[in-house]
């Protein structure tokens, strides 16, 4: 079944970039978590990798985004600096043609300044690793008393790496009303006993069978 992006409910500007971005249809996870992302509702999604996770994520992000107020309202946290790149590149994408939206990267294996220097310039959407954001966290340098939406990117591999504990910490630091949204290539059933504590009545979606 065809699923055509302008079928949901967005601006004529995120339509005309997604179009320009050569996205015409949407990809089966993105037609089964758009209606309910877009709506503020908490979310665990699975699909296999390549299968247009980023974009359905950062769509939600960027439509619940208000442009106008400088601080962070969105924060992806990936399980490395590879994918935390990657991540904000196709953020990047999507906000081609947005008002001015500042998106940044906040990963380890880099000096802390520069990123200090960065978040006192003001940024809407944080993607980052657990570590780093847990350092900024501690120095006061990232507030997330502003943050709208939680994104949990790869949650398999962050729970395989051992990032439990460090998700838990970033989540107590996070409004307590808030939108929270696991992605995940597998779905492995501890994930949601994990995740639990995370989530408020999440809609699942899955598109892939479980492995
Ligand atoms: P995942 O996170 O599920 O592994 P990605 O978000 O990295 O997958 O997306 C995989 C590729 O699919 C990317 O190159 C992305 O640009 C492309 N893509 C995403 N959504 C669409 C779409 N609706 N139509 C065409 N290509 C898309
Ligand atoms: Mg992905």
Do not use: W
């Amino acid at each position: 079944m065809q699923h055509a992006f302008s079928s949901l409910a967005l601006p004529a500007p995120m339509l005309a970039n997604l179009a320009s971005l050569g996205y015409q249809q949407m990809t089966p996870i993105q037609a089964a978590s758009l209606p309910g992302l877009l709506s503020g509702r908490d979310l665990i999604a699975q699909a296999k990798t390549g299968s247009g996770k980023t974009a359905a994520f950062g769509i939600g992000l960027l439509h619940r985004l208000n442009p106008s107020l400088f601080n962070v309202q969105g924060l992806v946290l990936c399980p490395t600096r590879e994918l935390a790149d990657q991540v904000a590149g196709e953020l990047r994408r999507l906000a081609r043609h947005l008002d001015n939206i500042k998106i940044l990267t906040l990963c380890g294996g880099v000096p802390m300044g520069p990123q200090i220097g960065s978040l006192a310039h003001g940024a809407h959407l944080v993607v980052g690793t657990p570590g780093r954001i847990q350092d900024h966290l501690y120095r006061a340098t990232l507030d997330l008393a502003r943050l709208r939406t939680l994104v949990l990117d790869e949650a398999d591999r962050m729970v395989d790496m051992g990032f439990v504990d460090d998700l838990a910490r970033i989540v107590a630091a996070c409004p307590q009303h808030r939108q929270t949204v696991l992605f995940s290539a597998t779905y492995p059933a501890h994930i949601e006993a994990i995740a639990a504590p995370f989530l408020r009545d999440p809609l699942r979606v899955e598109v892939e069978s479980r492995h």
